[in-house]
C-alpha cells in the first residue's frame, strides 16, 4: 500500500499557539504520518497557548486517530518579524511577554534546534504564519508602515526562514507555506496590505524553489487555502461570511475542513512529493475555478 510515511522526520511548524488554525492541524496530520513535531509560538500569545496545554484544554483536539495524542517536542518563542535578537526593538525586549523567552528570532530558533538536536535536525519546514496590524483597512487607506509590517511578518519572514533553517534540513527536506487567493483575485475586506504579503508569498516560493533547490536540494512550496474561521482569520472581521460564501459558491459544497489542508501538508511534505516544488497547491473546495458566484434559484 501507498501510505504517507514520516516515521523518523521531525518537523518544525511555525505559527502554533491554539488548536483553531491550519498550524495545528498540519502539526496532526505530520504527527499522524509519524513525524515528531517541534513548533514556533509568537511570544505574546506563548503564555496562554502552555496554559491551555497544561490544564488539559487541549487534550481532545490533540486526540490523533490511533487514540495517540499529539504531543509537541518542543515548543520554542518565535517572533518572526525578528531575523536577529538585535533587530528587536528596545520596547520588544523588555516587553513582559519576550524578556524572559531568550532568543526569540529566528536566528535564536536555529541556534536552539541545533544545539537541541544537532547539526541537521529538521526535514520539514511549515511556515503557518501571518500577521498585518491595519488588516481591517481597505488598500486605499493602509499606511506606509502597517503595509510594510504586513508583508514583513507574512512575506519576508519565509526568506528569512529558509535563510536560517535550508541548512539544518536534511536531504529531502521540504518548506511549505499558507497563502491564500486574494494574492491574484480581489476579496473585498482581506486589507491591510495582506493580498500584498499573499502575492509576495507566492511569487518568492517559485523564486526559492529554484535557489534552494540549487544550493540545498529542498523543496519550497505553498498551500492556497479556503477561508478557515481560525483566530488570525477572525481578525479580518468578516471570515463567518467568507466560509458560507464559499460553501456556497464551491464546486464541492460541504465546508472546507482544517484537517483538509493538514492531509494535503502532510503528502507535500513526504517523499510522494519529491517531484512537486515552486507549486502553489489549492486545498479550497474547487473555489479558485470559479468565474461567478452561484445564482440563488440553481445550484448548477
Ligand atoms: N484561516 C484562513 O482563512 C486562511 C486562508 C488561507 C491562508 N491562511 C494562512 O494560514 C496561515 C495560518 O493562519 P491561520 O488562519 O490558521 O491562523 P492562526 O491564528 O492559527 O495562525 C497564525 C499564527 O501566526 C502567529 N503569528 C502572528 N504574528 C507572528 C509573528 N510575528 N511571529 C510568529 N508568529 C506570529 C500567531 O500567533 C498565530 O499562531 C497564515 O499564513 C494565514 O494567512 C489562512
Redesign the pocket.
Given at each position: 500500500m501507498l501510505t504517507i510515511d514520516l516515521t523518523g522526520k521531525r518537523a518544525l511548524v511555525?505559527?502554533?499557539?491554539?488548536d483553531?488554525?491550519?498550524?495545528?492541524a498540519i502539526a496532526k496530520s505530520l504527527a499522524e504520518a509519524g513525524a515528531s513535531v517541534v513548533v514556533?509560538?509568537?511570544p505574546?500569545?506563548l503564555n496562554i497557548f502552555l496554559n491551555l496545554l497544561e490544564r488539559g484544554k487541549m487534550d481532545e483536539s490533540r486526540r490523533i486517530s490511533d487514540g495517540r495524542m499529539l504531543e509537541f517536542e518542543r515548543i520554542y518563542p518565535?517572533?518572526?518579524?525578528y531575523d536577529t535578537l538585535a533587530d528587536a526593538p528596545d520596547d520588544v525586549r523588555t516587553n513582559k511577554r519576550y524578556k524572559e523567552t531568550g532568543d526569540f528570532s529566528i536566528a535564536g530558533l536555529a541556534e536552539r534546534l541545533t544545539s537541541d538536536f544537532g547539526d541537521r535536525p529538521l526535514d520539514i519546514l511549515i511556515?503557518?504564519?501571518?500577521?498585518a496590524p491595519e488588516v481591517r483597512k481597505p488598500l486605499l487607506e493602509v499606511s506606509r508602515g502597517g503595509y510594510l509590517a504586513a508583508v514583513s511578518?507574512?512575506a519576508y519572514?519565509l526568506i528569512g526562514m529558509v535563510q536560517r533553517l535550508a541548512p539544518l534540513l536534511r536531504e529531502g527536506g521540504s518548506v511549505l507555506?499558507?497563502?491564500?487567493m486574494a494574492s491574484e483575485r480581489v476579496i473585498p475586506g482581506y486589507g491591510g496590505g495582506?493580498s500584498s504579503a499573499?502575492a509576495a508569498l507566492e511569487s518568492d516560493t517559485r523564486v526559492l524553489a529554484f535557489e534552494a533547490g540549487r544550493k540545498h536540494g529542498i523543496r519550497v512550496n505553498t498551500i492556497?487555502?479556503?477561508?478557515?474561521?481560525?483566530?488570525?482569520?477572525s481578525a479580518i472581521g468578516i471570515?463567518g461570511a467568507?466560509v458560507d460564501y464559499v460553501s456556497h459558491n464551491a464546486p464541492l459544497t460541504e465546508p472546507l475542513n482544517?484537517d483538509d489542508v493538514g492531509h494535503v501538508a502532510a503528502f507535500l511534505s513526504s517523499p510522494l512529493a519529491a517531484g512537486i516544488t515552486g507549486t502553489v497547491v489549492y486545498v479550497d473546495k474547487g473555489y479558485h475555478t470559479m468565474g461567478m458566484g452561484v445564482l440563488e434559484q440553481s445550484s448548477h
Open positions: 511555525a505559527g502554533v499557539a491554539d483553531g488554525g491550519y498550524g495545528f514556533g509560538t509568537w505574546p500569545a518565535l517572533d518572526a518579524a511556515h503557518s504564519l501571518a500577521n511578518v507574512s519572514s507555506s499558507l497563502t491564500y495582506m499573499k492556497s487555502a479556503g477561508p478557515w474561521a481560525s483566530r488570525a482569520a471570515i467568507m482544517a
